[in-house]
């Protein structure tokens, strides 16, 4: 079934009749100055060295894998694993990878076609909170991990999701937890921590961050609140005029989204 919202529709990118916006949605992330500092942080933080072999989990259309692959090239080797045939497609045919040790694998990470500790270092970026059942999914990827090697992932915590707006404020709270609830895993920030112990990995280091947006076409490009709004419009919850009225004060008023997410780094 066709789904480009985007809190449920990542999880099965190649179902969606319109690949573009998923495409779009990464691209604009990887633009925007907070998603670079704290991706260049995570890249810092797993000590990456020529020989290194690493693998990001959910890598979407490469870009971390390509910035990554530059940092252990050349003797190193980068794998981009994704269940999206689309994403790995536009990775594949992207020149910037023509000179670097690259590869792409097509799995689902819940049962990925390596053999035990074939990976030196693994990274996962805002996937876990689209998979149900994410103690699996760390499991496998630690499985994959070798003795001594670092996994780091980064994800969001919806729980700490607000929209600080001059609009309605039931209209506002509505949207939040429209969004938040759409997440296979709204809390998952919060819950890596006792992921990673479950799977035995030690030196468990936590870094919060928290992201700020303040403006609304960035927000809704981001966020997607005018697409919330017209489910919340079609499940009767608010009205349609009420929502342009709530649009129009979040264009003109004050306006700021807050968000909580974690970097969280551990060893096998
Ligand atoms: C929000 S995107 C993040 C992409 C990339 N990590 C980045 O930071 O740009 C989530 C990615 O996870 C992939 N994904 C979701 N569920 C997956 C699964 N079960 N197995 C493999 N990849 C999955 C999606 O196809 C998508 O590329």
Same mark, same amino acid.
């Given at each position: 079934m066709a789904d480009d919202y985007l809190a449920t529709g990542f999880r099965n990118v190649d179902d969606s009749d319109d690949f573009e916006t998923f495409s779009r949605c990464l691209t604009l992330l990887d633009s925007l100055e907070y998603y670079r500092e704290y991706k260049k942080r995570t890249y810092r933080l797993l000590e990456l060295r020529d020989g290194e072999r690493i693998l990001d989990?959910?890598? =979407? /259309?490469?870009?971390? /894998?390509? !910035?990554?692959?530059?940092?252990?090239?050349? !003797? =190193?080797?980068?794998? =981009? *694993?994704?269940? &999206? !045939?689309?994403?790995?497609?536009?990775? !594949? %045919?992207?020149?910037r990878f023509s000179s670097l040790p690259v590869r792409f694998v097509q799995a689902n990470l819940r049962k990925l076609p390596f053999a035990d500790e074939t990976f030196t270092r693994i990274r996962i970026d805002r996937v876990l909170q689209h998979i149900p059942l994410p103690e699996e999914v760390v499991a496998e990827l630690t499985r994959v991990l070798s003795s001594g090697g670092i996994f780091l992932t980064y994800d969001n915590d919806w729980s700490d999701f607000?929209?600080? &707006?001059? =609009?309605?404020? &039931? *209209? %506002?709270?509505?949207?939040?937890?429209?969004? %938040?609830?759409s997440f296979a895993n709204p809390s998952i920030g919060t819950e890596l921590p006792k992921l990673f112990q479950m799977c035995n990995l030690g030196e468990i280091r936590i870094d919060p961050l928290q992201s700020v947006i303040e403006d609304f076409p960035t927000a809704d490009a981001v966020y997607n609140i005018t697409a919330t709004l017209t489910q919340l419009i079609r499940n009767g919850t608010i009205e349609e005029s009420v929502a342009r009225d709530w649009i129009d004060t979040a264009r003109t008023g004050i306006f700021r989204v807050t968000l909580n997410s974690y970097i969280v780094t551990g060893r096998k």
């Open positions: 989990a959910g890598c =979407g /259309l490469g870009n971390d /894998l390509y !910035r990554m692959a530059e940092l252990i090239a050349p !003797r =190193g080797e980068a794998v =981009g *694993v994704d269940a &999206s !045939r689309r994403f790995l497609d536009a990775a !594949r %045919t992207d020149p607000h929209i600080h &707006s001059d =609009g309605d404020s &039931s *209209v %506002t709270k509505s949207i939040e937890k429209h969004w %938040t609830d």
